[in-house]
């Protein structure tokens, strides 16, 4: 069966179509600037990227486009939509209700809704997209798999914040985590590797790219993660700060006369390597400004690996000891010096990094020596693939 992969932001949208039983991309690409002008981009697998501008006033067009790519008759990879058996939509916030990925219904396109509250920004734009695919494809079924439904498992004492509890009864305010279905798939496959069942693991994921997270997960369940409420708390980003004294928020607002709005814009938005360094989000940018003398991209990068090796230790504390740590997403699948940074701060934990290993970029691999009480590996995520797993799981 081949399943369409919809990951649905408020003005762009990444598809892919995956061929279920291969598992292998038959197209990818990304609409940009929906409600703006329109940018179509489309690969299909072996071929060239093609992009074109295209009008897209709202979502429906956009989708609508992409169907005409994959189905075009030079360069399509199916013939017609019936060849589309499933689509599987990436939804940010599930909040307590959803605790695994679920087949998209009027109840729980409505109960999704309900979740909007605590993702303001994500959800409405996640479903747009659920509603698109409807109209466009009827009767094909669809499944909602969430980043947060993994971290459900987490217990009282790793998801309650010191805060009053009426906030946790009347508002749900509690931690959820994100980047769920990276973790899980990254901590699966890594346990096929080290050749230990599961649900016998502990693993330390250190989902590294832009946005950025760790997560404690002990037989087979995450047990603790870095990002909170929402995706700000935890690692510092690209261009979020991450933990922070929250007296900081008054603090800053009072000298600078900010509104609460415009202080939440620069902790998301301003903050993190961008904000650090002065010079760019992106970890290559601060590897290129550091190795021209830049202090403050040193720093930025410096200060990203040391919060990364705290909550390592938190963790491998929080499960009283670890089988493996895995690097991935793009700066833990590609950012060589960064993981060696991290690694030679874990000694204290019989885990020992080889260097040799460790030069590798976006490959499966053991990094650790033969002798390493722990292993250390990168393992790159494929949200895209753990969706369609999941969407199969549920049509089948
Ligand atoms: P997201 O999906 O959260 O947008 P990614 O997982 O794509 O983010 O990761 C983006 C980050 O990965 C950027 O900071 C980028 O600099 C970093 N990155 C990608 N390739 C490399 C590389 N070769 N060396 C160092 N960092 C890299």
Known sequence: MNILVINCGSSSLK????????????????????????????????????????????HTEAIKFVIEALTNEKTGVIKSLDEVGAVGHRIVHGGEKFTASTVLTAETIQAIEECSDLAPLHNPANLIGVRACQELMPNVPMVAVFDTAFHQTMPKTAYLYGLPYEYYENYKVRRYGFHGTSHSFVSKRTAEIIGKPYEDCKIIVCHLGNGASLSAVMNGKSVDTSMGLTPL??????????????????????????????????????????????????????????????????????????RVVKYIGAYAAAMNGVDAIVFTAGIGENDISCRSKVCKNLTYLGAQIDEELNKCRGEERIISTPESKVKLLVVPTNEELAIARETLALVK
């Open 233 to 306: 708390e935890g690692l510092v980003m690209g261009t979020r700060s991450g933990d922070i004294d929250p007296a900081i928020i008054e603090f800053v607002a009072k000298k600078e006369g900010k509104t609460l709005d415009e202080m939440m814009n620069i902790l998301n938005k301003k903050s993190g390597l961008l904000g650090i360094s002065c010079v760019s989000s992106d970890g290559r940018d601060l590897e290129d400004a550091a190795s021209k003398g830049d202090e403050k991209a040193q720093a930025a990068l410096d200060i990203f690996a040391y």
């Open 15 to 58: 598809y892919q179509l995956i061929n279920s039983e291969t598992e292998d991309v038959l197209a990818k690409g990304l609409c940009e600037r929906i409600g703006i002008d329109g940018m179509l981009t489309y690969q299909p697998a072996g071929g060239e990227k093609e992009k074109s501008e295209k009008a897209m006033p709202t």
